[in-house]
T-cell receptor, first 113, second 112 residues
Framework: DTAVSQTPKYLVTQMGNDKSIKCEQN?????MYWYKQDSKKFLKIMFS???????INETVPNRFSPKSPDKAHLNLHINSLELGDSAVYFC????????????FGQGTRLTVV | GENVEQHPSTLSVQEGDSAVIKCTYS??????FPWYKQELGKRPQLIID?????GEKKDQRIAVTLNKTAKHFSLHITETQPEDSAVYFC???????????FGSGTKLNVKP
């Protein structure tokens, strides 16, 4: 009965590889997000989709490409991974895209070696 | 863009004492201010939020105050308990697509 679930929970990979993180929510929400939390715990938004349409695209390297096949899913693909990509990536969802609570997934800890 | 500053970065209190965490924001257009709690190794979870048309909101031991003129808002936790130990994040949003600007977090340690 997990509300927002991400896979995998841990991901260790070598520099230069391509990897994907998947996210699914069963809350019936229409808006989904990707956040990055760095080693200093700083949370920063990367992308947001509302009804499968991209509505927030922060200054993120174009090696990061989100994809939303439907309202319940938002995946993140990362090409040519770099050491600086190591972080915890959180998926989140909300009902509506203005001033509403965001429900976070459990996070994916990505380690690039 | 919006800039949210949060203080202190760490806070240690004795069980039963009160804890106060303060945030300032830069953009007067911000109108929604949520607070999230993140326990070690877990996901951030909303604990309370306030909108700009309200000056104070309370939920049991937790309260948030907002001063729009000074552009700052604060989280108050009374009668702290060990399970309150976590990292707390404030955030501000202008209502544009839930684009939250988070503070840098406060690690609260409640000593039994």
């Amino acid at each position: 009965d997990t509300a927002v679930s991400q896979t995998p929970k841990y991901l260790v990979t070598q520099m230069g590889n391509d990897k994907s993180i998947k996210c699914e929510q069963n809350l019936g929400h229409d808006t989904m997000y990707w956040y990055k939390q760095d080693s200093k715990k700083f949370l920063k938004i990367m992308f947001s989709y509302n009804n499968k349409e991209l509505i927030i695209n922060e200054t993120v390297p174009n090696r990061f490409s989100p994809k939303s096949p439907d309202k319940a899913h938002l995946n993140l693909h990362i090409n040519s991974l770099e050491l600086g990509d190591s972080a915890v990536y959180f998926c989140a969802s909300s009902q509506g895209a203005r001033n509403t609570e965001a429900f976070f997934g459990q996070g994916t800890r990505l380690t690039v070696v | 863009g919006e800039n949210v500053e949060q203080h202190p970065s760490t806070l240690s209190v004795q069980e039963g004492d009160s804890a106060v965490i303060k945030c300032t924001y830069s953009d007067s257009a911000s109108n929604y201010f949520p607070w999230y709690k993140q326990e070690l190794g877990k996901r951030p979870q909303l604990i309370i939020d306030i909108r700009s048309n309200v000056g104070e909101k309370k939920d049991q031991r937790i309260a948030v105050t907002l001063n729009k003129t000074a552009k700052h808002f604060s989280l108050h936790i009374t009668e702290t308990q060990p399970e309150d130990s976590a990292v707390y994040f404030c955030a501000a949003s202008m209502g544009n697509f839930n684009k939250f600007y988070f503070g840098s977090g406060t690690k609260l340690n409640v000593k039994p």
